[in-house]
């Protein structure tokens, strides 16, 4: 069974700084791409930042500049580090992965940046 674990979600004030990471189980597939999606109470699912096998990223405006996504091939995981953290990037971030013509997602962590 496929399985993408996240962790490192929590209570931050504002300024400060978390990393995320996703971890991937049960299968010897790569995901391509991985990647960050978010949602806020009352708001759509958004893409956050994803990467591909090959290292290429892709970030929404709202983060460019403060967040950067990486990923580790060798154990299918990928991180989100995110600095200068604002009250508007409290969400709960799911982690994605596309593979073998499907879409996979985490559980989801929460965020909470306090003003």
């Known amino acids: 069974q496929v399985q993408l674990v996240e962790s490192g979600g929590g209570l931050v004030q504002a300024g400060g700084s978390l990393k995320l990471s996703c971890a991937a189980s049960?299968?010897?597939?790569?995901?391509?791409?991985m990647g960050w999606h978010r949602q806020a109470p009352g708001k759509q699912r958004e893409l956050v930042a994803s990467i591909t096998f090959g290292g290429r990223t892709n970030y929404s405006d709202s983060v460019k500049g403060r967040f950067t996504v990486s990923r580790d091939n060798a154990k299918n995981t990928v991180y989100l580090q995110m600095n200068s953290l604002k009250p508007e990037d409290t969400a709960a971030y799911y982690c994605?992965?596309?593979?073998?013509?499907?879409?996979?997602w985490g559980q989801g962590t929460q965020v909470t940046v306090s003003s």
């Open positions: 994605h992965g596309y593979s073998r013509y499907r879409d996979y």
């Open positions: 049960g299968t010897i597939f790569t995901f391509n791409p």
